[in-house]
């Protein structure tokens, strides 16, 4: 298929592209570069082993949007780009509400105007919100999210719901961390990370002092919030599934990706220090607003209709995070 990707040079995203072009699938990207180095492309054409259009391109510049569709032509499209941090989103609303609704609906519009067929978004787990019990279903009812974050992926979902011109695949991650086998591409965001496994391997590395849990007293285990970390390849490997559902099935669907297994933030941190050999200074802080104790996917239906599990473990993840610092530190902004 011909697939337009957005936020091409993410993380999720660039690992998505990997798969598809190994699938043989032919992809043009699009991406601002708000979060991300422009070498990036280049690193992924390389990991690609073939060239990938990427456009320099906002999703809320619509004429600009709109000159790309018309000069490529496109089966399907996954949605990635999108303001992503729940603690960013408390500080900057209407930044966010901007960026990921009004980019996405100029999107929607192109799909519209110009008849693609397939259309898969990238949605979150934090559309559950508090009142759901884990492990969450695609099946709960799901009610606006407490964090402008999270509101942004409901009300997206919202609008893809209401579409009736396209086969839409929403897809709802848990916490994908790790990175790709080849020391290319990986989580790499600008400035301060904002994401558990990016600090603490920017904690590993010397680049910051410390890493804070934000809350010891959750009623778990060791107290600290327990979360389903799904290895990025897993990931990308879903999304050529969805895909190939969607094209098989023209059928509108919602799935969970995870690995259906609960790790608490303080095992995650002993896993990385064991596999990996080293010591992560950490201490813990207060509870962060938006944060749910626990956050597990029941993954059955994708196990099930996308004939798809995750594979990769969470040892798997800490060394491949770690491994990637180790092969890229000198290309790190």
Not at 104 to 126: C, H, P, Q, R, Y
Not at 145 to 157: A, D, F, L, Q, R
Not at 227 to 233: E, N
Not at 267 to 275: I, R, S
């Amino acid at each position: 298929m011909e697939v337009f990707v957005t936020g091409a040079c993410g993380y999720i995203a660039s690992h998505t592209i990997v798969e598809l072009v190994e699938a043989g699938h032919n992809i043009v990207g699009v991406d601002n570069f708000s979060n991300c180095s422009k070498d990036v492309a280049q690193r992924l054409r390389k990991a690609c082993g073939r060239f990938i259009k990427i456009y320099d391109c906002d999703l809320r510049d619509e004429y600009s949007l709109s000159n790309i569709f018309q000069y490529e032509r496109f089966d399907s499209v996954m949605h990635f780009a999108g303001l992503k941090s729940i603690r960013e989103s408390y500080k900057y609303p209407l930044e966010y509400y901007d960026n990921n609704i009004k980019g996405t609906l100029n999107l929607l519009k192109m799909v519209e105007k110009f008849g693609v067929e397939n259309f898969i978004f990238s949605s979150s787990a934090s559309v559950y919100g508090f009142d759901s019990t884990p492990p969450f279903k695609e099946s709960y009812h799901v009610n606006l999210p407490v964090h402008p974050y999270g509101k942004t992926k409901y009300m997206i979902e919202q609008m893809i719901f209401d579409l009736k011109f396209t086969t839409s695949i929403i897809l709802r991650y848990f916490n994908p961390v790790g990175a790709s086998s080849s020391g290319l591409i990986g989580e790499n965001p600008k400035g301060v990370p904002n994401n558990l496994m990016p600090i603490i391997v920017s904690v590993a590395a010397g680049r910051l002092d410390k890493l804070t849990i934000f809350g010891n007293d959750y009623d778990t285990p060791d107290g600290t919030c327990i979360r389903d970390y799904i290895h990025v390849v897993d990931l990308a490997n879903g999304h050529l599934r969805a895909l190939d559902f969607a094209f098989r099935n023209q059928k509108s669907e919602v799935f969970n990706l995870g690995t259906g297994k609960g790790t608490s933030v303080l095992e995650l941190v002993k896993t990385f220090e064991k596999v990996n050999n080293l010591k992560i200074n950490y201490e813990f802080g207060e509870r962060r607003d938006g944060d749910l104790p626990v956050c597990v996917s029941c993954c059955k239906k994708a196990n099930d209709k996308l004939k798809w599990n995750a594979k990769l473990g969470l040892e798997d993840m800490c060394k491949s995070a770690w491994d990637w610092e180790l092969n890229m530190k000198n290309f790190r902004v």
